[in-house]
Protein backbone atom coordinates (compact mmCIF):
# COMPACT_ATOMS: atom_id res chain seq x y z
CA UNK A 1 0.00 0.00 0.00
CA UNK A 2 1.27 3.25 -0.77
CA UNK A 3 2.12 5.25 2.05
CA UNK A 4 1.99 9.50 1.36
CA UNK A 5 3.41 11.38 4.28
CA UNK A 6 3.16 14.87 5.18
CA UNK A 7 4.68 16.83 7.63
CA UNK A 8 5.69 20.79 8.75
CA UNK A 9 1.68 21.57 9.61
CA UNK A 10 1.50 24.35 12.99
CA UNK A 11 0.14 27.07 14.66
CA UNK A 12 1.05 30.44 12.92
CA UNK A 13 -0.55 34.23 13.07
CA UNK A 14 -1.84 35.87 9.63
CA UNK A 15 1.01 37.02 7.48
CA UNK A 16 3.16 33.98 9.08
CA UNK A 17 4.70 31.04 6.84
CA UNK A 18 4.87 27.52 6.84
CA UNK A 19 6.67 24.81 4.95
CA UNK A 20 5.17 21.45 4.42
CA UNK A 21 6.65 18.23 3.07
CA UNK A 22 5.74 15.20 2.02
CA UNK A 23 7.56 12.33 1.76
CA UNK A 24 6.90 9.95 -1.29
CA UNK A 25 7.89 6.64 -2.45
CA UNK A 26 10.61 6.72 -4.77
CA UNK A 27 9.00 4.78 -7.51
CA UNK A 28 5.80 6.57 -7.62
CA UNK A 29 7.94 10.17 -7.19
CA UNK A 30 9.82 9.72 -10.03
CA UNK A 31 7.51 9.86 -12.77
CA UNK A 32 4.59 11.43 -11.44
CA UNK A 33 3.69 14.96 -10.84
CA UNK A 34 2.73 15.62 -7.58
CA UNK A 35 -0.15 18.16 -5.93
CA UNK A 36 -1.01 19.56 -2.69
CA UNK A 37 -4.66 19.57 -1.46
CA UNK A 38 -6.36 21.14 1.54
CA UNK A 39 -9.80 20.46 3.43
CA UNK A 40 -10.92 23.31 5.76
CA UNK A 41 -13.91 21.98 8.40
CA UNK A 42 -16.88 21.58 6.98
CA UNK A 43 -15.80 22.14 3.68
CA UNK A 44 -15.05 19.52 0.60
CA UNK A 45 -11.22 19.00 0.17
CA UNK A 46 -10.14 21.43 -2.63
CA UNK A 47 -6.93 21.10 -4.92
CA UNK A 48 -4.25 23.64 -4.22
CA UNK A 49 -1.07 23.11 -6.15
CA UNK A 50 0.26 20.79 -8.62
CA UNK A 51 4.13 20.08 -9.74
CA UNK A 52 4.91 18.18 -12.51
CA UNK A 53 8.06 15.83 -13.21
CA UNK A 54 9.37 18.88 -15.18
CA UNK A 55 8.83 21.42 -12.44
CA UNK A 56 5.64 23.20 -14.20
CA UNK A 57 3.58 24.58 -11.34
CA UNK A 58 0.33 25.68 -11.37
CA UNK A 59 -1.84 27.12 -8.30
CA UNK A 60 -5.29 27.68 -7.18
CA UNK A 61 -6.34 31.02 -7.51
CA UNK A 62 -7.11 31.57 -4.00
CA UNK A 63 -3.02 30.71 -2.98
CA UNK A 64 -1.48 32.01 -6.38
CA UNK A 65 1.15 34.68 -5.35
CA UNK A 66 1.44 33.19 -1.89
CA UNK A 67 2.66 29.36 -1.81
CA UNK A 68 5.13 28.12 -3.84
CA UNK A 69 4.98 24.21 -4.62
CA UNK A 70 8.41 22.29 -5.26
CA UNK A 71 10.06 19.10 -5.55
CA UNK A 72 13.29 17.29 -4.49
CA UNK A 73 14.30 14.29 -6.64
CA UNK A 74 17.36 13.60 -4.39
CA UNK A 75 14.86 13.51 -1.49
CA UNK A 76 11.21 11.80 -3.15
CA UNK A 77 9.83 14.76 -1.68
CA UNK A 78 7.64 17.45 -2.64
CA UNK A 79 7.05 20.47 -0.49
CA UNK A 80 4.46 23.33 -0.04
CA UNK A 81 6.02 26.88 1.07
CA UNK A 82 3.28 29.18 2.32
CA UNK A 83 3.65 32.60 3.12
CA UNK A 84 1.19 35.87 3.74
CA UNK A 85 -0.79 33.10 5.84
CA UNK A 86 -4.48 33.98 5.91
CA UNK A 87 -7.14 32.23 8.48
CA UNK A 88 -9.15 31.04 5.29
CA UNK A 89 -5.28 28.84 4.91
CA UNK A 90 -6.66 27.15 8.25
CA UNK A 91 -7.16 23.25 7.04
CA UNK A 92 -5.70 20.23 6.88
CA UNK A 93 -3.15 20.21 4.09
CA UNK A 94 -2.23 16.81 2.23
CA UNK A 95 -0.45 15.51 -0.84
CA UNK A 96 -1.16 13.02 -4.05
CA UNK A 97 -0.79 12.48 -7.04
CA UNK A 98 -3.10 14.00 -9.27
CA UNK A 99 -5.38 12.39 -11.90
CA UNK A 100 -3.34 13.07 -15.57
CA UNK A 101 -6.51 15.16 -16.41
CA UNK A 102 -8.44 16.11 -13.72
CA UNK A 103 -6.80 17.53 -10.16
CA UNK A 104 -10.18 16.68 -8.62
CA UNK A 105 -9.18 13.43 -8.96
CA UNK A 106 -6.24 11.66 -7.23
CA UNK A 107 -4.51 7.76 -7.71
CA UNK A 108 -3.48 6.66 -4.34
CA UNK A 109 -5.16 6.68 -0.63
CA UNK A 110 -4.74 9.59 1.46
CA UNK A 111 -2.49 9.66 4.50
CA UNK A 112 -3.04 11.82 7.51
CA UNK A 113 -2.40 15.20 6.51
CA UNK A 114 -0.56 17.88 8.47
CA UNK A 115 -2.92 20.53 10.53
CA UNK A 116 -2.42 24.11 9.61
CA UNK A 117 -4.13 26.95 11.44
CA UNK A 118 -3.28 30.40 11.39
CA UNK A 119 -4.77 32.71 13.91
CA UNK A 120 -6.26 36.65 12.85
Known amino acids: QVQLVESGGGMVQAGGSLRLSCAVP????????MAWYRQAPGNKREWVAT???????NYAVSVKGRFTISRDNTKNAVYLQMNSLKPEDTAVYYC??????????????WGQGTQVTVSS
Open 26 to 33: ATIFSINA
Open 96 to 109: NVPHQFSTGLVLYS
Open 51 to 57: ITVGDST
